[in-house]
């Protein structure tokens, strides 16, 4: 899998086009702003886009979706939960597959009721789940700040630690991390308890 990961729009958001070995299928991630630039890549290496998936609900993630759902007929993914138009829902267990690839749906919610991560052996693309070095906050509509904590403590801290994070936006000091460096420096790991993390909030 080839993963083209593009920073875009002002609050520095990732929008991630998946490209499988064979150049043949793909999938967008998040798409939201430059989307002339993402039509660009697509035209000029004859990517078929398969589907646009939304890690989660908010704009900074979605404003892209008519544009390029309109330009590549892609059908367009979201958690079951999500209160947004979509073409497929999908929850925890689910697969997403395009060309020789497969991802997995995780629902993570916390930074948001319909927050999913997607993984697969090497990889997860966590959303505003979790960032290099901090975390997605909860104190939007929908936010959860014990929900986020069981979703970073109970699911994604179990999973193999030398998985590669790539996150929805571009917040820490490197663009990716590792499941194994970010229980090292993130702030979210530094709390000892499910209560000293609700503390912070205080
Ligand atoms: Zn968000």
Redesign the pocket.
């Given at each position: 899998m080839k993963i083209n990961q593009l920073e875009v729009g002002s609050m520095q958001n990732f929008t991630y086009l998946l490209v499988d070995d064979n150049n043949k299928s793909s999938i967008l991630i998040d798409p939201s702003w430059n989307t002339e630039y993402i039509k660009k890549l697509i035209q000029q290496y004859h990517i078929q886009v398969k589907y646009i998936v939304n890690t989660?609900h908010?704009f900074?993630?979605v404003l892209g979706n008519d544009d390029m759902s309109k330009t590549t007929h892609a059908k367009i993914i979201q958690h079951k939960s999500s209160p947004l138009k979509h073409d497929i829902s999908v929850e925890s267990g689910d697969k997403i597959q395009f060309g020789d690839c497969e991802l997995n749906v995780i629902h993570t919610p916390g930074?948001?009721q319909d927050?999913i991560c997607l993984i697969n052996d090497k990889y997860i693309f966590s959303?505003?789940t979790i960032f290099v070095g901090s975390f997605?906050?909860t104190d939007?509509p929908g936010g959860n700040a014990e929900q986020l904590y069981d979703s970073v403590f109970g699911i994604l801290a179990n999973l193999n630690d030398d998985l590669i994070i790539y996150p929805?936006h571009n917040y820490g000091s490197t663009s990716t991390s590792t499941i194994r460096q970010e229980k090292k420096t993130n702030i979210i790991f530094k709390c000892k308890s499910k209560h000293e993390f609700l503390n912070m909030f205080k």
């Amino acid at each position: 899998m080839k993963i083209n990961q593009l920073e875009v729009g002002s609050m520095q958001n990732f929008t991630y086009l998946l490209v499988d070995d064979n150049n043949k299928s793909s999938i967008l991630i998040d798409p939201s702003w430059n989307t002339e630039y993402i039509k660009k890549l697509i035209q000029q290496y004859h990517i078929q886009v398969k589907y646009i998936v939304n890690t989660h609900h908010h704009f900074d993630h979605v404003l892209g979706n008519d544009d390029m759902s309109k330009t590549t007929h892609a059908k367009i993914i979201q958690h079951k939960s999500s209160p947004l138009k979509h073409d497929i829902s999908v929850e925890s267990g689910d697969k997403i597959q395009f060309g020789d690839c497969e991802l997995n749906v995780i629902h993570t919610p916390g930074h948001s009721q319909d927050s999913i991560c997607l993984i697969n052996d090497k990889y997860i693309f966590s959303g505003d789940t979790i960032f290099v070095g901090s975390f997605g906050r909860t104190d939007l509509p929908g936010g959860n700040a014990e929900q986020l904590y069981d979703s970073v403590f109970g699911i994604l801290a179990n999973l193999n630690d030398d998985l590669i994070i790539y996150p929805g936006h571009n917040y820490g000091s490197t663009s990716t991390s590792t499941i194994r460096q970010e229980k090292k420096t993130n702030i979210i790991f530094k709390c000892k308890s499910k209560h000293e993390f609700l503390n912070m909030f205080k």
